[in-house]
């Protein structure tokens, strides 16, 4: 060993009181991103009750009906059967559903979306252009305005649905359909000639 090694191990020995060795106990300290201790269900609570205060959407559904809501919507149960569960009209679970943003693949089967959304013709005007009730126009509007709530919202409560209630597939099928209408009403009109 060397003076200099020879001093430090000196230091070393007279700081630690004779010790040749130090062990320092770990803790197990958390990182800035705390997992998040909750319950599936209380996470579900909590975005329905973030969505309730954000949109101050009204629904005669309790915050409970509304997390059966998003579950039976995820297991792929209808508006009708949901309904009949809490003895309620089938319009009501719609209506909790755009209020809750799921989206389902065939609530604007019939009708391109971007066609009527932001449309300024009556409900009565645009039926007869596409040949359909006035309800379902009234349906297809609703549908327009959850998606662009949803957007608007970066889709942050129907990803957190997904996360806690899709199975992979399911989820990714409609996220990818509804991102892809953004898209495409996003891009609509832009000049895409472009030289490098």
Do not use: C
Request: hydrophobic letters at 30%; glycine letters at 4%; a negative charge.
């Amino acid at each position: 060993m060397n003076e200099k090694t020879e001093e430090l191990k000196n230091i070393f020995t007279d700081v630690t009181d004779g010790e040749e060795t130090v062990t320092e106990s770990q803790e197990d300290t958390r990182g800035s991103l705390e997992r998040d201790e909750r319950t599936d269900e209380e996470r579900l609570a909590g975005v329905i009750e973030q969505m309730r205060e954000r949109y101050e959407f009204e629904t005669p559904l309790s915050d409970e009906q509304l997390r059966d809501v998003a579950t039976g919507f995820y297991d792929g149960d209808s508006d009708e059967e949901i309904a009949s569960r809490f003895e309620v009209e089938p319009a009501e679970i719609f209506e909790a559903r755009m209020s809750l943003h799921l989206i389902a693949e065939d609530d604007a089967d019939e009708i391109d979306l971007t066609a009527i959304r932001g449309r300024e013709e009556d409900d009565a005007t645009l039926a007869e252009e596409y040949g359909v009730s006035e309800d379902r126009i009234r349906r297809y509007r609703r549908v327009a305005a959850a998606e662009d709530e949803s957007r608007t919202a970066n889709d942050r409560y129907r990803d957190e649905f997904d996360s806690l209630l899709a199975d992979a597939e399911l989820s990714a099928r409609m996220t990818t359909d509804v991102r892809e209408d953004g898209l495409e009403d996003a891009t609509e009109g832009m000049e895409t000639n472009v030289d490098f």
